[in-house]
């Protein structure tokens, strides 16, 4: 139980184009998903939460209009790259939590995004 | 500020050497310590949640304890599938839901 899918796996695009990573909680309901970048070597830095029909919550130094994130429904959030450079080339992961303060997150395999 | 850090940042055993990772933390106030395994290229695979000061928690060959500023994953018997980074995270009572991660302890298991 508790897997999350996350598409695609691996994205190789020019500068300039926009990208969109999916994850989908596929048996369980998400109430809440999160999306992190990953340096190699480093640990997860969180980039946004989400809630499902609200807007995301950003931290501090994350572009809202540059990583713009849709949580529609309750199995599904969206990470678009938006105009993307090659500074922005990383390993994206998301996650995905169930009802109730104290779920453990259950990650996606992740996006590596190379951009040339 | 709250903050986790583990050790040692890499760990080489042999196989069937038992040893034990370290997560060190300050936080505010813990709501839980989550322990995840990452293979490289994937994201984390959750292990387990530690919610309590003398807890422990088993799977196969590894266990978690936790005391008021640290946890242990103790590794029994380790075989080379157990390879892996090890990550640590804690959720503070404030700030809903969010974790904050150690950088990890990698741990190659050799035959």
């Known amino acids: 139980g508790a897997v999350v899918s996350q598409h695609p796996s691996r994205v190789i695009c020019k500068s300039g184009t926009s990208v969109k990573i999916e994850c989908r909680s596929l048996d369980f309901q998400a109430t809440t998903m999160f999306w992190y970048r990953q340096f190699p070597k480093q640990s997860l830095m969180l980039m946004a939460t989400s809630n499902e029909g609200s807007k995301a919550t950003y931290e501090q130094g994350v572009e809202k209009d540059k990583f713009l994130i849709n949580h529609a429904s309750l199995t599904l959030s969206t990470l678009t790259v938006t105009s993307a450079h090659p500074e922005d080339s990383s390993f994206y992961i998301c996650?995905?939590?169930?009802?109730?303060?104290?779920?453990?997150?259950?990650f996606g395999d992740g996006t590596r995004l190379s951009i040339l | 500020e709250d903050q986790v850090t583990q050790s040692p940042e890499a760990l080489r055993l042999q196989e069937g050497e038992s040893s034990s990772l370290n997560c060190s933390y300050t936080?505010?106030?813990?709501?839980?310590l989550f322990w995840y395994r990452q293979d490289p290229g994937k994201g984390p695979e959750f292990l387990f949640t530690l919610y309590s000061a003398g807890e422990e928690k088993e799977k196969e060959r590894l266990k978690a304890t936790l005391t008021k500023k640290e946890s242990f994953l103790h590794i029994t018997a380790p075989k080379p599938e157990d390879s892996a980074t090890y990550l640590c995270a804690v959720q503070p009572n404030t700030g809903f839901q969010k974790l904050v991660f150690g950088t990890g302890t990698r741990l190659l298991v050799s035959p």
């Open positions: 996650s995905a939590s169930g009802r109730g303060v104290i779920q453990p997150q259950h």
């Open positions: 936080v505010s106030g813990l709501r839980g």
